[in-house]
């Protein structure tokens, strides 16, 4: 199981991730009990049900799901985690982005799939609070050097919304 | 010139830091080569032909010599005793070892340089045009804009990992001379209503499929202009294609959706960020500008004694002064190119003992700074004409003052088959060749303003699209060849050139390009430049010439059946 980074610490990971096996559909797959963590395709189509049955919802977005198609249930879940397939693709940044500045999404938000300690800080720096290290990685040296690569960054961000210009002493 | 502060020059300490570390991962196993390749790109490294490659980025093209003379301690201490210029304006080393660049990125910082996004799939180092700040008919000076670029692009946290390469440039002239219409983002500085903002061209590129970008915005005030070209890049990061690399440029998105459908995604996008924190305050603007006010020039009362004395008596002086010298806004004063393009040598090439003598050049007599041109020469910017030949005599000992900016011999060609590991044919041997066969002097002012440029494979990094003459190496049957294009051209009017038949040998390829001139020469009209002349008679008369009793494809397939 992925290490799961958050408040900067290693910790347990409480919740499941509802994976789709050969030959189920969003339509026919079971609904696990516990703090599961759906895909976006099984929120989009059983929504009302998991409402019903789960007081603690998490919800997984892959890199071509669209942001702005969830925009308006942020409010029902714990954790979004959003899918980095390969740590090239970085199209995750900007859906973090999105939910944080535009969406002003507040739970936890979860980088997921191929996240190195190279990303970390870009990762933190655009909204990411919880990050799942992939296996088999150096998750202690990750937490000491990963996060602090940089000590501050020129561009507005999520994690500092002012622009490195806008506070030049 | 820019002046780092403190926290300018700690992030770049903290790259060096930060590459010091993935290196050693690397080395001990714990990131593969896989998850190493990306980092080692964004930080300039390439594992090339013979050995690595390290790209030094040089901002808008502007250094001072404390780093050029860096440089060249670089050149001595890790390669081979000399740098490659290139059509970017950054230079290139083509010898160091993988285990020496964290010490080599730990010298450059000493000197504010470094070598962050100078490649990889992120957003690359900006570039302008070789004479901001000085020409004549310079509008509005881009290199403060281009400094407020640098910064917002470095380590942006959101676009770090974009579909592919992004490039974009600035010009503040009447003429583009920063080959805007060919970048992922052009930006046209310009004043309207006594208003300053820029004219934004999106999706140009050359490379495998070369499109000229398309205006999406008209004016946009400069205040807006990391909203803006923040909404661009999230259009594109999110949209581009990332199916295949070959079709995951910006031109790409923007083909597909069309210009129209593209902006109006980019206003969209952008109404959310316009006039939001990231917009740009006359305080900041201001704060960068102030690093690039005018030099103290002296004043210069007519026209020195010596200088037009130099210039009369010394037809090579005067030569040079018409070739490499460029009018400067301010009386008495000219900008000088000094030409990395001596006979022989391979374009953009430079020694560590040359670096110096130039160093020595720009201290003693141009305030100490230099630029890299985008034709791969070396431009010392505010030289008072009464140092001119004093300039010229050390520069000529040094083998920089070869008299051919502009014609047929100052050559842009990329490193070719012989460096580069992307390379379909060697394209430095046919600019030698070239420059072989053209060069008397007298022969080569009389033919006049051309661009020949040549790239090793279709990545055009030596620009040969927009080149006047353009060559190209290609693949066949695992020979070399090169295929030929002319009318290209860069500036307002830009265009691709147009193919003129099939490749030619390499052996050929004086020969042809003989042929070409002597077409323009045979057609011209008094006072015509050879893009005046193609533009005039067209491509055909250029055709037949060069392929005179020449069968090819099919045709000569069939003679050789027949035979
Ligand atoms: C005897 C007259 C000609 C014949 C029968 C002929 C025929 C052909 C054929 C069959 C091809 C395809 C080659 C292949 O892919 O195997 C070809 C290619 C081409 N020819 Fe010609 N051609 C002739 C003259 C010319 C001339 C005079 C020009 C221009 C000056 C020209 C321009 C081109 C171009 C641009 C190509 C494609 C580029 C390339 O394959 O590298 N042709 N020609
Ligand atoms: S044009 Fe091709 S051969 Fe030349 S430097 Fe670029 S990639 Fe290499």
């Given at each position: ?39 976006f395709?099984?929120w989009q ?14 919800l997984?977005l892959n890199s071509d799901d669209r942001v702005e198609d969830v925009a308006a249930d942020l409010d029902y879940f714990?954790?979004i985690?959003v899918d980095f397939?390969?740590?090239?693709d970085g199209r995750g940044y900007s859906t973090a982005s999105l939910l944080r500045q535009r969406y002003g999404y507040q739970g936890?938000l979860?980088a ?10 870009f990762m933190r720096r655009v909204g990411f609070d ?23 960054g020129y561009q507005a961000s999520t994690s500092q919304p002012q622009p490195y210009f806008r506070r030049r002493? | ?120 799939n992120c957003l690359r180092?900006i ?13 509005i000076?881009p290199?403060p804009l281009a400094e407020i670029l640098r910064q917002w692009t470095t380590f942006h946290p959101e676009f770090a990992f974009l579909p592919r390469k992004f490039k974009i440039a600035i010009s503040g ?7 805007t219409w060919?970048h992922d983002i052009g930006l046209h500085l310009k004043e309207v209503n006594g208003e300053t903002g820029f004219t934004v061209i999106v999706g140009g590129g ?5 499109i000229r970008g398309q205006i999406v915005r008209e004016f946009l005030p400069w205040q807006h202009l990391l909203t803006y070209c923040e909404a661009i890049l999230r259009v594109y990061n999110r949209q581009g294609r990332r ?5 995951a440029r910006i031109k790409i998105l923007v083909q597909a959706l069309g210009v129209e459908a593209f902006s109006q995604l980019v206003e969209e996008e952008w109404a959310h960020g316009k006039d939001g924190p990231a917009t740009l305050t006359q305080a900041e603007y201001d704060?960068v ?275």
């Open positions: 199981m992925a290490q799961l980074i958050k408040n900067n610490a290693v910790t347990a990971d409480t919740w499941k991730t509802l994976e789709l096996a050969e030959g189920e559909t969003p339509e026919s797959v079971a609904l696990p009990d516990g703090d599961i963590i759906f895909p395709a099984v189509t059983r929504k009302a049900e998991i409402i019903s049955r789960h007081k603690r919802i998490g997984l714990i954790v985690a397939p390969k740590f090239v936890e979860r997921v799939g191929d996240v190195l300690h190279d990303q970390l800080f919880s990050y799942a290290l992939k296996d088999g990685k150096d998750v202690v040296h990750a937490l000491q050097a990963g996060f602090s690569s940089f000590s501050d002493a | 010139m820019y002046k780092y502060d403190a926290i300018d020059r700690q992030l770049i300490n903290e790259r060096v830091e930060q590459f010091r570390d993935q290196v050693s991962r690397w080395q001990s196993g714990e990131l593969t080569g896989d998850e190493f390749r990306p980092l080692r790109l964004q930080n300039g490294l390439y594992v090339q032909r013979h050995a690595p490659m390290l790209r030094i980025a040089v901002p808008y093209g502007m250094m001072n010599t404390a780093q050029l003379r860096k440089l060249a301690f670089v050149a001595r201490t890790y390669d081979r005793g000399y740098g490659h210029f290139s059509t970017r304006h950054n230079c290139q080393f083509n010898w160091p070892k993988i285990e020496d660049c964290p010490d080599i990125l730990g010298h450059l910082a000493e000197v504010d340089m470094h070598a962050i996004q100078t490649s990889g180092n570039t302008t045009d070789q004479f901001a700040g000085v020409a004549a008919d310079e509008v000076d290199r002239t009447r003429e583009d001379r920063a080959v060919f050359l490379g495998r499929t070369p199916d295949n690399a070959y079709k704060r500008a102030a690093h690039f006010t005018a030099p103290a020039y002296a004043q210069v009362a007519g026209e020195d004694a010596s200088f037009a004395q130099h210039r009369q008596d010394n037809p090579a002086f005067a030569r040079w002064l018409e070739r490499n010298t460029h009018p400067h806004r301010v009386a008495g004063y000219r900008a000088v190119t000094l030409s990395l393009k001596q006979h022989g040598v391979a374009p953009g090439d430079i020694t560590a003992d040359q670096m110096e003598i130039v160093a020595d050049l720009a201290d003693h007599f141009s305030f100490g700074e230099l630029r890299i041109s985008h034709e791969q020469n070396i431009i010392l910017a505010d030289v008072q004409e009464a140092h001119l030949y004093a300039l010229w005599l050390t520069a000529k000992g040094a083998g920089l003052a070869t008299p051919n900016i502009g014609l047929l011999t100052g050559i842009i060609c990329c490193p070719g088959g012989d460096f580069c590991d992307l390379a379909n044919a060697k394209s430095i041997p046919i600019a030698n060749a070239i420059q072989a066969r053209f060069d008397d002097l007298d022969y080569l002012f009389d033919i006049g303003e051309i661009d020949l440029n040549i790239s090793g494979c279709m990545n055009a990094c030596g620009h040969h699209h927009v080149g006047h003459i353009g060559v190209l190496g290609v693949d066949k049957n695992e020979a070399e060849f090169y295929q030929v294009t002319l009318g290209g051209r860069q500036g307002n009017d830009a265009r691709l050139g147009k193919v003129i038949g099939p490749s030619f040998s390499a052996e050929e390829m004086p020969d042809v390009v003989e042929k070409i001139i002597k077409v323009y020469l045979d057609n011209r009209h008094a006072d015509e430049r050879f893009l005046d002349t193609f533009d005039r008679i067209g491509i055909d008369p250029f055709k037949n010439l060069v392929y005179e009793g020449r069968a090819h494809g099919k045709a000569k397939a069939a003679q050789t059946e027949a035979a």
